[in-house]
């Protein structure tokens, strides 16, 4: 349970800031950035749900997913070393069946959609919209999740990877959602402009 009485602690005042683990990195540090940006992409969605409260089974899922988010955020927050899996050492990762449950949101909401003829433009309703705008942030935590995932002596698990890549599919594909169930779509019409 996390029990947060105290809000400043100005520890962070040298510029550095505490893992989950004890550890001090550097604020620019990526393991850092990675789950400021995964923070970003649930506050985004913070702002979708703005707009879902009429659509009961899009906003459950926002609501899950926004959960999952904070699980992800505290799984990078403590990175995987030697020697963890004990239950002394156990932490919060995700798991495979949470990119499961995405695979079946995506499924279930795509199946009411018309198949695209062109690529979509971010608009339509509010909620569409700003779906399109988490979707650019979560693309945006997946590369630096993968960058990381890339630096000697750093991991990042998996299922946190497929969890983003899924997630942004499942934002584009809800953001077809709350635009009528596609009928709204702005699409791009290429060379419209010339």
């Known amino acids: 349970m996390v029990v947060l009485n105290r809000i400043y602690t100005k520890t962070g005042d040298d510029g550095t800031t505490a893992l989950g683990s004890g550890e001090r990195r550097p604020k620019y540090d990526l393991r850092i950035t990675a789950y400021g940006t995964v923070d970003e992409t649930n506050a985004a969605i913070g702002v979708v749900r703005l707009h879902t409260k009429d659509a009961l089974v899009l906003d459950a899922m926002l609501g899950r997913i926004q959960n999952d988010l904070f699980d992800l955020g505290a799984d990078l927050a403590v990175p995987e070393r030697e020697g963890q899996g004990t239950k002394k050492a156990e932490r919060l ?14 499924d279930a909401l795509n199946d009411k959609l018309a198949p695209l003829t062109s690529f979509v433009l971010p608009g339509g309703t509010p909620a569409a919209a700003y779906l399109h705008v988490a979707r650019t942030i979560c693309r945006r935590a997946e590369r630096v999740m993968v960058e990381l995932a890339a630096q000697p002596g750093e991991t990042v698990g998996a299922a946190g990877i497929q969890y983003m890549n899924r997630l942004s599919d499942f934002l584009f594909v809800a953001s077809r959602a709350a635009n009528h169930d596609g009928a709204g779509d702005v699409l791009w019409v290429p060379g419209q402009n010339r």
């Open 93 to 106: 990762r995700v798991v495979a069946s949470q990119v499961e449950r995405l695979e079946h949101d995506i």
